[in-house]
């Protein structure tokens, strides 16, 4: 099989221009690794890192303005160092009973280890995102969690 394929590749070679060949199997190698971690489900665990997930409620619902008053403090907010990743959401279109979709605005964030997120409770730029944002909000929920 493998003399097949490349007498395959020879051919096709002579018959194009190095470059288009170059081209045509770097696009056939990429989708193939692709279809290689597609098929992999354990490579999308997130392994020993620590998870903050918080749900804000605003106090005016309604308001555009805070919304994106909030939005832009936590794209601020992730500036902080140890923040490996972070997401900021809202609710998805999605209706079953054990949904809670009555939140204004989520953050999710990504840490190495409980010790890097408590540094960010503590960060500079955190301490002033609650000082200028805090008066948008009516209610936070907090859901942190660490690998079993």
């Known amino acids: 099989m493998l003399p097949q394929l490349v007498n395959c590749c020879i051919k096709f070679f002579h018959m194009t221009t190095r470059r288009k060949f170059i081209g045509t199997t770097g696009k056939a190698m990429v989708a193939t690794g692709l ?12 392994d020993n890192k620590f998870i903050h997930h918080v749900y804000f409620w605003l106090k005016n619902p309604d308001s555009r303005e805070d919304r ?70 009516s209610k936070v929920v907090v859901y942190d969690s660490v690998d079993i």
């Open 35 to 46: 279809v290689t971690l597609a098929g992999n489900k354990q490579s999308a665990m997130i």
């Open 68 to 137: 994106a008053k909030l939005v832009e403090g936590l794209k601020k907010l992730s500036k902080v160092k140890t923040i490996k990743m972070f997401h900021i959401g809202q609710p998805a279109d999605t209706n079953r009973d054990v949904i809670d979709s009555s939140y204004a605005v989520s953050w999710f964030t990504l840490f190495n280890n409980a010790a890097d997120q408590q540094s960010y409770q503590v960060d500079p730029i955190h301490l002033k995102f609650v000082e200028e944002c805090s008066s948008l909000w």
